[in-house]
């Protein structure tokens, strides 16, 4: 292999899984951070207008906060939260998120569009962020080992 090669080749593959492993932790911190201190509610999942939209694999979700929560009004009204949730990343969206079912969330109080499933609702979340981690892992390795064969 070309050394100008292995060096672009090498520094993309480190960058990218480097970026991969700190995105994953930043959102299994997230996730636990907010089914730790979160507020507790159920949403429903909504119907997309949009064909992009569903093919997201995280449901587009509302719920309604209390009044005093994320600025939802002074005047004793309930906010509504359209949202998707963070840290769900399946390849495709699971059949029990269809239109109109319930789902557990925890959500940020401070910021209500910050929500995740409810620790119940995933089921292999920990397997997915172990893939993710796996794959980040191996790039950085590949990336870092072609930067080393093509520096000595």
């Keep these: ?13 480190a960058l990218f899984g480097g970026v991969l492993l700190l995105w994953c932790a930043a959102e299994v911190g997230l996730r636990l951070r907010v089914r730790r201190r979160g507020a507790s509610a159920v949403a429903a999942v909504m119907a ?13 979700l509302s719920f309604s906060v ?37 789902v557990r969330i925890c959500y940020d109080p401070q910021r209500p ?6 620790a119940g609702e995933v089921g292999r979340a920990a397997v997915v962020d172990l893939l993710w981690s796996v794959l980040g892992v191996g790039c950085l390795a590949a990336g870092t080992g072609l930067l080393a064969v093509a520096g000595g």
């Design 66 to 102: 209390p009044p005093s929560v994320g600025g939802a009004g002074a005047c004793g009204i309930a906010g509504l939260v359209i949202a998707r949730p963070r840290g769900h990343t399946p390849l495709r969206r699971p059949d029990r998120f269809a239109p109109g079912a319930s």
């Design 1 to 13: 292999m070309d050394t100008t090669t292995a060096m672009v080749g090498g520094s993309v593959l």
């Design 113 to 118: 569009s910050r929500v995740v499933l409810a």
């Design 48 to 60: 997309e207008d949009d064909v992009h939209g569903q093919l997201d694999s995280a449901p587009l």
